[in-house]
């Protein structure tokens, strides 16, 4: 026999051990790459919804440059941020807890 049993139990829970922390950096990846999606999805959005460039000197009854029906892309862009920020909160506090482990 090639090896002892011990010998084969250790080096079963070493290969466990990397292939776990390479999977933890990928899934890290993953969401790294889903931030900057979101993040950069969320600056379109505003820049898109805001009418940036597009002010004409006309301001709503709310005292910006907001007009009443372009309202929704606002709310729409506060949606978002607070998925996005409950969805990184989540993944931080996973990441926490594996790495207790």
Known sequence: M???IDEAMR???ERKNTLIKNRIKRTIGAYL???????AGLIAAIYGYAGFGEIDG???VYGSFM???EAG????VAVLSFVAAVVITVLCIRWKDRRKK
């Open 11 to 13: 080096e079963i829970a």
């Open 67 to 69: 007009l009443p029906d």
């Open 2 to 4: 090639k090896y002892s």
């Open 73 to 76: 892309g606002y709310i729409l």
């Open 58 to 60: 006309t301001y709503s």
């Open 33 to 39: 790459t889903m931030a900057v999606l979101i993040s």
